[in-house]
């Protein structure tokens, strides 16, 4: 079975530029989430998806964050513009439903010059 | 809210010496354990979970964690631990629609 898949594994921009990453996760699984993690910090919830509602997106900034999940599938994260603070890494996880493990994907390392 | 504190940070051991690592969590509900482990350059991985029952639980590579609810804890615990076993460690708790992270131990098993 295929794991929950992200591109692009890397991403280097210069700041004020846009970027999007990319997840298409675990078929089946209603519950995608993205979360940012920076270096040595645990993975910290953007926003989670049940289907294709945004069911949790408080900790998004949504001045420069936006994401979709079109047809309840895969989804896309994009930040506009990027600033010098939104080099992380950027995860993207399904599971079966809420409170059930998370399946996570590679990540997407962002580095913003 | 829920939050998760796991209180080492940086953990050095010796091959064959015995680990835990400490998880504790502050919600009042019913909730969901995880501990997932993250090997150099791989993604997060699920070691082992907790929803119900027996508060012992067993995962892979023998590694155990126990459940004690008065204590909002869920400590990992290995008795032998091996080279392999370098890797991040990161305790989460699903509660009320969130599955939140603690910061992660990162754990180097010396030769």
């Known amino acids: 079975e295929a794991g929950v898949v992200q591109s692009p594994r890397y991403k280097i921009i210069e700041k004020k530029q846009p970027v999007a990453f990319w997840c298409n996760p675990i078929s089946g699984h209603n519950t995608l989430y993205w979360y940012l993690q920076n270096l040595g910090q645990g993975p910290e919830l953007l926003i989670r998806?049940?289907?294709?509602?945004?069911?949790?997106d408080s900790q998004l900034p949504k001045d420069r964050f936006s994401a979709e999940r079109l047809k309840g599938v895969d989804s896309t994260l994009k930040i506009q513009p990027a600033e010098l603070g939104d080099s992380a890494v950027y995860l993207c996880a399904s599971s079966p439903g809420v409170s059930t493990e998370a399946f996570f994907g590679q990540g997407t390392r962002l580095t913003v010059v | 809210a829920q939050s998760v504190s796991q209180h080492n940070h940086h953990v050095i051991l010796s091959e064959a010496a015995s680990l835990e690592l400490g998880c504790n969590y502050s919600y009042g509900g019913t909730v969901n354990l995880f501990w997932y482990v993250q090997y150099p350059g791989q993604h997060l991985q699920l070691l082992l979970k907790y929803f119900s029952g027996d508060p012992l639980v067993k995962g892979i590579k023998g590694f155990e964690a126990e459940f004690i609810k008065s204590e909002f804890s869920f400590n990992l615990r290995k008795p032998s631990v091996q080279w392999s076993d370098t890797a991040e460690y990161f305790c989460a708790v699903a509660g009320f629609q969130k599955l939140v992270f603690g910061t992660g131990t990162r754990l180097l098993v010396s030769p």
């Open positions: 998806y049940e289907n294709e509602e945004a069911v949790d």
